[in-house]
C-alpha cells in the first residue's frame, strides 16, 4: 500500500535512510519539516514494514526516493514514480542524483528520465550531482 507519511513513520525512515544514503542521510527534524511542507507529496510504500518511500515537489522535482536494500528490484521504486508521473501529469519530471550513484541512474533512465547536466559540488561532501529530467511529454504518453 502506497499511503502519505504518518508522524509514527519515522524511525522506520531514518532505517531506511541510514542504509541507503550513509553520505548524506536526512535526520529526524529534515524529515519531519518535509512532511510539513509536502504532507500529500511525501508517499511511503508499506507491507508489513515500511519497504521505501519517496518526497516530491507538486512541481516534479523529485526531492529524494529510497527503498530498503532487501526489497530493492521487484518494481516497487517503480510504483513509486509511477505516483510521481500520475500526480504531475502535464509536468516534466527533475532529480539530482550523485555522479557515482551508477545503480539508481539507470533505475531513472528505465523510467525515461535523461541526464540533462552535469552540477559541480552539488552535494555536501563535494560530490557532483547529475540533473536528470523526464519530459512532460512521456509523462502524457504514460497516461
Ligand atoms: C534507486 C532505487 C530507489 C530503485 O528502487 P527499486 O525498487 O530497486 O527499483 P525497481 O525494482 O522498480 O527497478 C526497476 C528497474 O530499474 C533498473 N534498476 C533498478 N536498480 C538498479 C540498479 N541498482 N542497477 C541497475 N539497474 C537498476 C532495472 O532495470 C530494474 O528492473 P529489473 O530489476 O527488472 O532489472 C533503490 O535502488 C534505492 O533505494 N537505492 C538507494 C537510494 C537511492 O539511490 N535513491 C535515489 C537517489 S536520487
Redesign the pocket.
Known sequence: MIRPVHSKDFDELLQIEAQ??PKSQYDREELWLLSLKYPHTFLVTVSNQMD?YIVFRPDGHII????RPH????????RLVEKVIGHCSGNSLR???RVS?V??Q??YL?LGFRIKARIDGYYHDGEDAFLMERSADDTEDTN
Do not use: D, H, P, Y
Open positions: 541507503a544514503f521505501g529524494s526516493m529510497a527503498v526489497k530493492r528490484r521487484v518494481g516497487i521504486g517503480t532529480l539530482e542524483v550513484n545503480g539508481a539507470r533505475f528505465n
